[in-house]
């Protein structure tokens, strides 16, 4: 335990020294099982010509579209967006010239080159601010073969063992569900495949494996794609994905993310979105305040997640600053009010509320942002006691009693805090405050005080009399404080 000297502030505690327990949380979720999809049209384009991406049950509200290069909805590799109010188009800045966008959000890439080769991400959003992804793959060979392998329909899953593992020990990460004639499996780091982002790839047929550039040398490929990952630490926090070939080239990936506890309210690296909480130690039946800072200009959408990933069924509630309406979700206990600056109101805090919260923004514009935190919510501490004992005529001990854990304890004389004088020792958890030899000038109202981050509670007042045998005095106690100890002071 720590000495309750090192802890005595409320509120100024660096996030870190909160979390103890430094342990990395394992997640490794498959793409959202979105029934949007992708179908390029013809399936077999050769170099030169046009192919649609026609896209698949996109919600009836749909309120705009964003294509992008790649495999996630990063804006530096964004091809165009749609407003569907506006019929307006916006390049971005993988945009070259070639592609066009209808209404219903397909996409035609004219005369497409190899270069057009890769992924292709599609994000919709609708009025009630729900996003939605399709992810899909396009080759453009000599051969004039064409792949497509939405993300969607990929049976490919891994699943971490164990699926919370501790800083330090080793993690296997499984491979169910590979296609039957699959002949290499390579990992990246990341969420994009490629050449600069191989950790480690595998050929089966001749059972050899190749080490890339972000090979750490904790990682050992298994013939049947596993990855054994040992010895993690904060620093493999991040997106991890594996790509699958068989013998006809075609090709499966799946992605997945290892979390860290050690997750603060502060802001993705890109992304100043950041929540503050008020108070920052709550206590157990009050209120606290999840303040959002940051939000861009343009914010459509607020969703507030119970954890640390963005899943439906974790959702807590939702704004729409279209509709201007909250939606609730599987993870309302009905305590939680959202503010139309996003901001979250919990009430009546309980224990089982601690944990973490994640908070993800749409703009107008389709960028997502993320914050992700943790509260603690920290039980009331009870009235602790105060009991003296004096073994010796000249000494006195007493004994701060409390039963709650995590307290610190201070010592108050005389309504003020205790000054220390060479006579009196603490003990190191400071329960027990000894005065040897006492004196007539530590008479007075002793109490001690116990405290947690967010309570703290006095003892009873305890009146310790100094009487002195010679020459006889009798002090005047006040009569609403009965005697409750007498110390017999012996006079030189
Ligand atoms: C659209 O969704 C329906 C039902 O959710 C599904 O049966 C159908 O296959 C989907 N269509 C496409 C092209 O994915
Ligand atoms: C988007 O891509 C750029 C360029 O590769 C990269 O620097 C940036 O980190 C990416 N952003 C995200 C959120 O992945
Ligand atoms: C979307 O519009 C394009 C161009 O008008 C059309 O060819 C395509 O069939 C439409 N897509 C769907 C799914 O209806
Ligand atoms: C493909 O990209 C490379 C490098 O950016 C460029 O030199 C080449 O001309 C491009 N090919 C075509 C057919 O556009
Ligand atoms: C493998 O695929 C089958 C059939 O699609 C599915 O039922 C099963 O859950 C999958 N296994 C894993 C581990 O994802
Ligand atoms: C893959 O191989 C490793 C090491 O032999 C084994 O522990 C693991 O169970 C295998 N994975 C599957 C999905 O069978
Ligand atoms: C694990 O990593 C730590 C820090 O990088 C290092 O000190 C330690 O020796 C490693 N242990 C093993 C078993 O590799
Ligand atoms: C908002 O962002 C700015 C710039 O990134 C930063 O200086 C400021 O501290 C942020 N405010 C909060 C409350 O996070
Ligand atoms: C939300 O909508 C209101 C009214 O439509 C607007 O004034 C406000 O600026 C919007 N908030 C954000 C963050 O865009
Ligand atoms: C958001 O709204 C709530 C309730 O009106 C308010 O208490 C809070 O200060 C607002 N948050 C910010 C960051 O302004
Ligand atoms: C707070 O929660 C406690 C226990 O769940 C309940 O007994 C109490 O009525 C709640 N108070 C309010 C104000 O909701
Ligand atoms: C006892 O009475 C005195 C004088 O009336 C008052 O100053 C003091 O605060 C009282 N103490 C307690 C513990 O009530």
């Not at 505690?13 to 990395?24: E, G």
């Not at 749909?62 to 967006?81: D, Q």
């Not at 009235?383 to 108050?412: F, K, Y």
């Amino acid at each position: 335990m720590q000495p309750p000297s090192a802890c005595p502030c409320r509120g100024g505690i660096p996030w870190q020294r909160i979390l103890l327990a430094v342990s990395l949380l394992t997640f490794w979720y498959p793409h959202p099982t979105a029934l949007l999809t992708i179908e390029p049209v013809p399936f077999d384009a050769a170099e030169g010509r046009d192919v649609l991406l026609l896209v698949h049950n996109v919600s009836e509200n749909a309120i705009g579209y964003n294509w992008f290069k790649g495999n996630t909805a990063n804006n530096s590799f964004k091809i165009i967006s749609y407003l569907v109010s506006s019929q307006m188009t916006t390049p971005g800045p993988a945009f070259n010239g070639g592609e066009k966008i209808y209404s219903n959000g397909s996409l035609l890439l004219q005369k497409v080159t190899q270069n057009d080769t890769g992924f292709y991400t599609l994000q919709t959003v609708t009025a009630d601010a729900i996003v939605e992804l399709a992810t899909g793959e396009f080759f453009v060979h000599v051969s004039l073969l064409t792949f497509w392998n939405p993300h969607p329909t990929a049976q490919l899953t891994i699943v971490p063992v164990p699926s919370d593992v501790a800083e330090g020990k080793d993690v296997l990460l499984l491979v169910h569900n590979v296609s039957e004639n699959t002949v290499g499996y390579a990992w990246y780091r990341g969420q994009i495949t490629d050449r600069s982002h191989l950790i480690v790839s595998y050929l089966k047929i001749t059972h050899s494996g190749f080490q890339g550039p972000e090979f750490s040398g904790r990682e050992t490929i298994h013939p049947n794609g596993s990855l054994l990952f040992m010895n993690v630490t904060k620093g493999d926090t991040g997106f991890y994905t594996l790509q699958t070939i068989d013998a006809y080239f075609w090709t499966e990936a799946a992605t997945g993310e290892f979390l860290s506890l050690l997750t603060f309210w502060n802001p993705h690296p890109t992304a100043p979105l950041s929540i503050e909480l008020v108070p920052f130690d709550v206590a157990e039946g009050k209120d606290v305040l999840l303040l959002v800072h940051n939000v861009s200009e343009n914010t459509v959408g607020y969703f507030w997640y119970r954890g640390q990933i963005t899943n439906q069924n974790i959702l807590i509630v939702s704004y729409s600053n279209l509709t201007h309406s909250a939606t609730r979700g599987p993870a309302f206990s009905s305590r939680e009010t959202i503010y139309p600056n996003g901001s979250l109101l919990f009430v009546n805090v309980t224990n089982g509320d601690t944990g973490f919260y994640t908070l993800q923004t749409t703009t107008a514009n389709f960028q997502i942002e993320t914050a992700t935190g943790e509260f603690r919510v920290h039980g009331l501490v009870a009235q602790p006691s105060l009991r003296a004992t004096n073994t010796e005529p000249h000494s006195v001990a007493m004994t701060c009693l409390s039963g709650d854990p995590g307290i610190s304890i201070t010592w108050i004389f005389n309504s003020q805090t205790l000054q220390l004088t060479d006579r009196m020792q603490l003990s190191p958890d400071h329960r027990t405050l000894s005065i040897d030899p006492v004196r007539q000038e530590d008479a007075g109202e002793y109490q001690c005080e116990v405290s947690n981050p967010a309570s703290s509670s006095r003892s009873d007042r305890y009146r310790l009399a100094v009487i002195c045998e010679w020459p006889p005095s009798h002090p005047v106690l006040p009569s609403n404080i009965s005697l409750q100890r007498a110390i017999i002071w012996h006079q030189p």
